[in-house]
């Protein structure tokens, strides 16, 4: 018992640790993918009660130490910034309790984050901030601060590029939440199982299929796009963001049938991965269309009639 405890002070710690490395610059990155672990831990180890009794500790020691050291406003932001995630643990952490399968705590995990970051830019445009105009602005400066030559290399004049760059704003707070909760989870998984608990991680990559709808998604949305020029338009923004997506999926489906194909035939996982490594480099849009290609037809019933 008193081994329990310690470790859930030391949780408790790193919990401190990392909201208190979000103001320096080279690591805050990192923390952010992190600050959810010990979280996530302590909510799987603890009931309700005890799990925010010792959350509150936790923002109670972060409230005074950036108040000694610093100023007030910083301590409020890292308060703010930390349960901004604590939803997502919440949900992840109730899947865990259920023994639910890796792929429903990402998901669940996953659509809380997006949902608390469109949530955020309602309620920051509400009040008269407007996030994604001051996006664009830092955006134009940066591109404008770069040396002439890398200007010269864009492809687009640089308004027209941060105004596309603007309109895939929800694939990236898909990618980034989907980032953030991979992270999260495969952290906290191996850190419970340690320590006693039993959580489920995904199927081997060679068993991940896709369902055959998508494909035509894929090309419709591959068709329309030869005739969506309008970049001010709804299907403009929406095209712009799910193809690139559809793309990374059918991707990882082709990863898929690359690992399901070296394992069938007995090969060297170094194959694969090869393989994989030179089509990214070289062409990426032939691995997802082999990806298609495996989601479309039965390319693995083929190979193991053979």
């Known amino acids: 018992m008193r081994n329990g405890s310690l470790g859930l002070l030391g949780w408790g710690l790193a919990t401190v640790v990392l909201l208190l490395s979000i103001m320096v610059p080279l690591v805050s990155s990192i923390t952010i993918c992190l600050l ?6 302590q909510y799987v180890k603890l009931d309700t009660k005890r799990f925010l009794v010792f959350y509150a500790i936790s923002l109670i020691v972060v409230y005074l130490v950036t108040s000694l050291l610093m100023v007030g406003w910083v ?12 939803p997502p643990v919440f949900q992840m952490g109730n899947q865990y309790k259920k023994g639910a399968p890796a792929r429903n705590v990402v998901t669940a995990g996953t659509l809380t984050l997006l949902a608390e970051m469109l949530l955020s830019l309602v309620v920051c445009y509400a009040f008269g901030i407007n996030l994604i105009e001051k996006m664009k602005m830092f955006m134009l400066e940066s591109i404008s601060m770069m040396p002439a030559y890398l200007q010269n290399s864009l492809v687009m004049d640089k308004e027209m590029l941060v105004k596309i760059a603007s309109h895939m704003l929800p694939l990236y707070m898909i990618g980034i939440s989907l980032f953030i909760v991979l992270v999260t989870h495969w952290a906290a998984r191996k850190l419970l199982n ?5 959580i489920q991680g995904f199927r081997p990559i060679r068993d991940w299929k ?3 709808s ?3 998604y894929y090309v419709i949305a591959l068709f329309m796009e030869f005739f969506v020029r309008d970049t001010s338009s709804m299907l403009f923004t929406i095209l712009i963001n799910l193809l690139p997506m559809l793309s990374f999926l059918f991707a990882v489906q082709a990863i898929s049938f690359l690992f399901f194909l070296a394992h069938y035939k007995r090969w060297n996982r170094v194959l694969p991965i090869c393989g994989i490594i030179v089509s990214l480099l070289f ?10 290609f495996d989601t479309a037809f039965p390319l693995r019933e083929r190979v193991t009639r053979k």
């Open 36 to 41: 959810m672990v010990p979280l996530l831990v």
């Open 75 to 86: 301590a409020v932001m890292l308060i703010a910034v930390s349960i901004f995630f604590l």
């Open 194 to 198: 340690r320590s006693g608990e039993h």
């Open 210 to 212: 896709l369902h055959k």
């Open 214 to 216: 998508l494909v035509w």
């Open 283 to 292: 062409a990426p849009f032939i691995l997802s269309l082999l990806g298609v």
